[in-house]
């Protein structure tokens, strides 16, 4: 039963920009053997790492396009592409509309290579805020 219980762990949260100490905006929510990265702010990715792997996530959900809220999403691409991070499927990416273009955006400028990204499908999850799920993986 206490596996059921709900963690919330902050990862950072300094915005607009990390400091020494305190990243910028990340948590990592779990549930019994859900876990979810919420916000991938500047410096989040590595304090995730702190609690679980990359590839141990159930889908990672950003609040809005800021960096201070996203930019990890390019550290966790390399960690995808380069390291010894393998998913065995592609990770659900939740986010407002234009995700998975800022995803997109930001490994084409990195280095030229797409990141794997299923049709964006729309989906309301309060009465006037539309989020949008896409599929994290390389491709």
Not at 89 to 109: E, H, K, W
């Amino acid at each position: 039963m206490a596996d059921d219980l709900l963690g919330f762990t902050v990862l950072g949260s300094a915005t607009p920009y990390s400091s020494v100490d305190d990243p910028c905006s990340g948590y990592l929510v779990s549930s019994g053997d859900t876990r979810v990265w919420v916000d991938a702010g500047t410096g989040t990715l590595a304090q995730l790492q702190r609690h679980i792997r990359l590839d141990v996530l159930d889908a990672i959900w950003i609040s809005h396009l800021h960096a201070d809220h996203s930019a990890d999403l390019l550290t966790a691409y390399y960690g995808l592409l380069y390291a010894d991070v393998q998913l065995d499927a592609p990770s659900p990416l939740y986010g407002p509309p234009g995700v998975a273009d800022r995803l997109a955006d930001l490994t084409q400028l990195a280095d030229g290579c797409d990141v794997l990204l299923c049709e964006a499908e729309s989906a309301q999850i309060a009465s006037d805020e539309e989020q949008v799920h896409a599929t994290f993986a390389v491709g």
